[in-house]
């Protein structure tokens, strides 16, 4: 049976596993249902978004991110019967630079960095990134971000994790049994890191979508603080056994 410290390096999704992206596009979203005659909740209005988000991004794999959002944002709008103008389409592209983290992610990634290379590999184009960068980096730093800007396509298309993986190797000298794959999402992460038989933890965030019947994983846990909790406990273990 696996032990989280039988791995050297954490392959991190983003938004949805270190980042609230749901409540961020949310807000961004909101004033669209209220200026509609539509009673929309908060789950209708996200899997509105993850529907065309999904599709824009299979359409137009080169896309930057933040186009994307935009363009979803805008789709949602005329699901709503709401033409944007150009402040709000501006706004709606601006807006990850303010998504927030959970209120574990920052103290969990501090702690996980004493036993891991750390990867991010996301869906983001580098200029948005940048902005949750500055957001989450305290205490530790990212050891690689991976992009879809420069991989050229999005999760979960498993070139981003062959990618991923060729990175690990070529930079950290880590070969794939040493990587574990941390994402929240099974559609966008552990469906791939299945297909090329990794392994993965799943960080089961509670009211986390994308749902997927039949995917496995190696670890489950309701949040990152509790995956640094479980590292830590097995270290403690070890020291006295």
């Not at 596993?17 to 209005?45: H, K, M």
């Not at 500055?134 to 992009?147: N, S, V």
Request: net charge negative.
């Amino acid at each position: 049976m696996s032990k989280l410290s039988d791995f050297k390096a954490l392959s991190f999704d983003c938004y949805g596993t270190l980042i609230d992206w749901e409540s961020g596009i949310y807000r961004a979203l909101e004033p669209y249902v209220e200026r509609s005659s539509s009673n929309w909740g908060r789950s209708e209005v996200v899997e509105a978004y993850l529907e065309e988000e999904h599709k824009i991004e299979a359409e137009n794999p080169t896309m930057l991110y933040s186009s994307i959002i935009e363009k979803a944002c805008e789709r949602v709008a005329g699901r709503l019967g709401i033409e944007l103008n150009d402040e709000e389409r501006k706004a709606a592209r601006e807006s990850i630079r303010t998504w927030e983290p959970f209120p574990d992610t920052v103290d969990a990634l501090a702690r996980l960095s004493k036993h891991y290379v750390l990867i991010i590999l996301s869906n983001v184009d580098l200029e948005s990134f940048s902005y949750t960068r500055k957001i989450l980096e305290h205490g530790f730093t990212f050891h690689k971000i991976l992009t879809a800007q420069e991989i050229g396509s999005y999760k979960p298309d498993e070139r981003n994790f062959l990618y991923m993986l060729k990175t690990a190797k070529d930079e950290f000298g880590m070969e794939r049994e040493q990587v574990l794959v941390t994402a929240q999402s099974l559609m966008h992460d552990h469906v791939p890191a299945n297909k090329l038989g990794l392994s993965s933890a799943w960080i089961a965030r509670r009211g986390g979508h994308c749902e997927v019947e039949g995917v496995t994983y190696t670890f489950q846990f309701p949040s990152m603080g509790a995956m640094a909790d479980a590292l830590e406990a097995e270290s403690h273990n070890s020291d006295n056994s």
